[in-house]
Each structure stands twice: as structure tokens, then as C-alpha cells.
Nanobody, 123 residues
Framework: QVQLEESGGGLVQAGGSLRLSCVAS????????MGWFRQAQGNERDFMAA????????TYADSVKGRFTVSRDNAKNTVYLQMNNLKPEDTARYSC????????????????WGQGTQVTVSS
């Protein structure tokens, strides 16, 4: 059973940056597509970014294109989310998730989830 643990969240001023990490305790981490989602209080879970296992192809939500970058290091069983030029509306709990299916943007396509890490952006 894969377990995921996120880290790197915190409080940052608008315009600042954070890098989130997600470590997987999976023997075959390199076979999983990985996604990042966020959920603000009272809102649904929103797709942010995803990266494929095969050729490191990426896809992003329109709201974060040009500001967020997803990457992975299979040797470290880790996927990252670099977040730049953060805005107050980016405040949410960010979670990573695994998928053995196609590189998707719907949370229902992802199987295993971490507990998440809180990101708070002050204005």
C-alpha cells in the first residue's frame, strides 16, 4: 500500500514562493502518475498540476500556469510543486495523489492521497 506524505506548506506573503514535497513509500513509485490538488475551506477539491510517470509530461490548471511547476525525482520517490508569485486565493490545503490511469485532472481518477499540507498566503 502506497503512503504519501506532503511537506513544505506554511505562511507566506503575497508574491512569495513555496516548494511543496510529496514523498511516497512505494516500491514502484516511478510507475505512478502523480497529481497535486488543493482544497480551500468550504470549497471542492481542485486540480492544480500532474506529472506522468513515463515521460514526465505535465499538465496544469489554467489558474496556476506560469506560476506553479510540478516535477518529480523517481530516485527519491518524491514529487514537487514549486509555487511562485503566490496570491491570497492560493490559500488552501494542498495534497498529492497517485494514479495508475491516464494523466488526469479529475480527483476521481486518483487513488491514494496524502494528508495534505496547509498553504496560507497573506495579502
Amino acid at each position: 500500500q502506497v503512503q504519501l506524505e506532503e511537506s513544505g506548506g506554511g505562511l507566506v506573503q503575497a508574491g512569495g514562493s513555496l516548494r511543496l514535497s510529496c514523498v511516497a513509500s512505494a516500491r514502484y513509485f516511478s510507475n505512478y502518475n502523480m497529481g497535486w490538488f488543493r482544497q480551500a475551506q468550504g470549497n471542492e477539491r481542485d486540480f492544480m498540476a500532474a506529472i506522468s510517470w513515463e515521460n514526465f509530461a505535465t499538465t496544469y490548471a489554467d489558474s496556476v500556469k506560469g506560476r506553479f511547476t510540478v516535477s518529480r525525482d523517481n530516485a527519491k520517490n518524491t514529487v514537487y510543486l514549486q509555487m511562485n508569485n503566490l496570491k491570497p486565493e492560493d490559500t488552501a490545503r494542498y495534497s498529492c495523489a497517485t494514479s495508475l490511469g491516464p494523466l488526469g485532472t479529475n480527483y476521481k481518477e486518483y487513488d491514494i492521497w496524502g494528508q495534505g499540507t496547509q498553504v496560507t498566503v497573506s495579502s
